[in-house]
């Protein structure tokens, strides 16, 4: 099956400062998605973007699905920015989303 | 508040016990998913239902049992719980059962078997 591997597996910003987090996938996909999980275990969707790039306010998402990767910009981080970033891609039939191990992103005022 | 309603937020059972999820998709949603998430595995994908009927089998232990109901309310059952079972419970909708749709995420409901 498909495997999903995202990195860092850790990052630690001060306030302000911008990051990468970058997912790679082993097989075609028709579907990935970004999540945040916040501090308090809540997942939220943030793209869905199987190819090209959106972006949504600090936030922004590219993937180039030829190369089998997507990465998530967070620009001028906040402190509720704090939480695993996860993505998540289809096994190939758009019914069941197999997850990366997510990226635990702290940020410190 | 993603609209999806997951009940209970947190409980705490003994080893061997049954207890029962319940899921509240949002309005107009048809679809139903299952995830669970555990310390040592992340998110598991177990089932997922549309409008009554299974769609998708993932991860799912025979240990575990799920429908949706007319109402499209769904409930996930843990029966002969073991240590290892303790983790977090997602509900998850869909307007469809085509994940190309967003998918809307409940906030979990932490099972923890002692």
């Known amino acids: 099956g498909i495997q999903v591997e995202q990195s860092p597996p850790d990052l630690i910003l001060q306030e302000g400062a911008n990051s990468t987090l970058r997912c790679n996938f082993s097989?075609?996909?028709?579907?990935l998605q970004w999540f945040h999980q916040n501090p308090w275990g809540q997942l939220i969707n943030l793209f869905y973007i199987p190819s090209g790039t959106k972006q949504n306010g600090r936030l922004s998402a590219t993937t180039v699905a030829t190369e089998r990767y997507s990465l998530l910009y967070i620009s001028s981080s906040q402190t509720t920015d704090s939480g695993v970033y996860f993505c998540?891609?289809?096994?190939?039939?758009?019914?069941?989303?197999?997850w990366g191990l997510g990226t635990s992103l702290a940020v410190n005022p | 508040d993603s609209g999806v309603t997951q009940t209970p937020k947190h409980l705490i059972t003994a080893t061997g016990q049954r207890v029962t999820l319940r899921c509240s998709p949002r309005?107009?949603?048809?679809?139903v998913y299952w995830y669970q998430q555990s310390l040592d595995q992340g998110l598991q994908f177990l089932i997922q239902y549309y409008n009554g009927e299974e769609r998708a089998k993932g991860n799912i232990l025979e240990r575990f049992s799920a429908q949706q109901f007319p109402d499209l309310h769904s409930e996930l059952n843990l029966s002969s719980l073991e240590l290892g079972d303790s983790a977090l419970y997602f509900c998850a909708s869909s307007q469809t059962g085509d994940l190309r749709i967003i998918v809307y995420f409940g906030a979990g409901s932490r099972v923890s078997v002692v």
């Open positions: 097989d075609s996909v028709n579907n």
């Open positions: 309005s107009g949603d048809l679809s």
């Open positions: 998540a891609v289809d096994a190939g039939n758009n019914r069941k989303l197999i």
